[in-house]
């Protein structure tokens, strides 16, 4: 069965500092991976995606994500943060052929002035 | 187009009540799937559907817990003698199923908060 760890808890930076946010993965063969953003009373907002080719994959905000299967990781970065982007963030992995998510426990990110 | 939509969005019950949580999943999504957030965790899978049947519940914590989907469209998450423990919130997600018949995105509902007292 496949799990996720997200080692930080919680991370603060200062505003327009740059972020990088761990992901590691344990799953046997080649996995879906995704990140997702919750800000506070609202749902989870898809940041990115990476099904397989390119592994530095872009999505929205800014974002970008690297897979390294060596390293079975899926890090988070954004080279400028804004004060917006305070909220969880959650990695999530799938199989290839089941549909079950498994998303790990979250990083908090708050953004100082 | 619209999303996903739960309801009702807050749900207070007392222990041993029954409770049902619907979802509305974005039309033309074959696929559905129900998790159950703690304060400070992240998501965790309950059960999933893919048209009317439920393909895998291997997330239902319990036999109390029981979800349909008899049309392939809405679902309700049906919780029976509920307890304390069961307070979450409920997501429930929708999504097409992938051109290889894997996984892909999903699209999360904002939510249904269930508070049992």
């Known amino acids: 069965a496949q799990s996720v760890t997200q080692p930080d808890i919680h991370i603060t930076v200062s505003e327009g500092a740059s972020l990088e946010l761990r992901c590691n993965y344990s799953?046997?063969?080649?996995?879906?991976l995704f990140w997702y953003v919750q800000s506070p009373g609202q749902g989870l907002q898809l940041l990115l995606k990476?099904?397989?080719?390119?592994?530095l994959v872009q999505g929205i905000k800014g974002f970008e994500a690297e897979f390294k299967r060596s390293q079975s990781s899926f890090n988070l970065r954004k080279p400028s943060v804004h004060w917006s982007d305070a909220a969880e963030y959650f990695c999530a992995v799938a199989s290839g052929y089941g549909q079950n998510f498994v998303f790990g426990p979250g990083t908090r990110l708050s953004v100082l002035p | 187009g619209a999303g996903v939509s739960q309801t009702p969005s807050n749900k207070v019950t007392e222990k041993g009540k029954y409770v049902e949580l619907r979802c509305d999943p974005i039309s033309g999504h074959t696929a559905l799937y129900w998790y159950r957030q703690s304060l400070g965790q992240g998501p965790e899978f309950l059960i999933y559907?893919?048209?009317?049947?439920?393909?895998?519940d291997s997330g239902l914590p319990n036999d109390r817990f029981f979800a349909v989907r008899p049309e392939g469209s809405v679902s309700t998450l049906k919780i029976q003698r509920t307890e304390r423990g069961d307070s979450a919130v409920y997501l429930c997600?929708?999504?097409?199923?992938?051109?290889?018949?894997?996984?892909?995105?999903?699209?999360f509902g904002p939510g249904t908060r269930l508070t049992v007292l």
């Open positions: 997600a929708s999504s097409l199923r992938g051109a290889s018949g894997g996984a892909n995105e999903q699209f």
């Open positions: 559907f893919q048209g009317t049947g439920a393909a895998d």
């Open positions: 799953y046997g063969a080649t996995p879906y």
């Open positions: 990476y099904f397989s080719g390119d592994t």
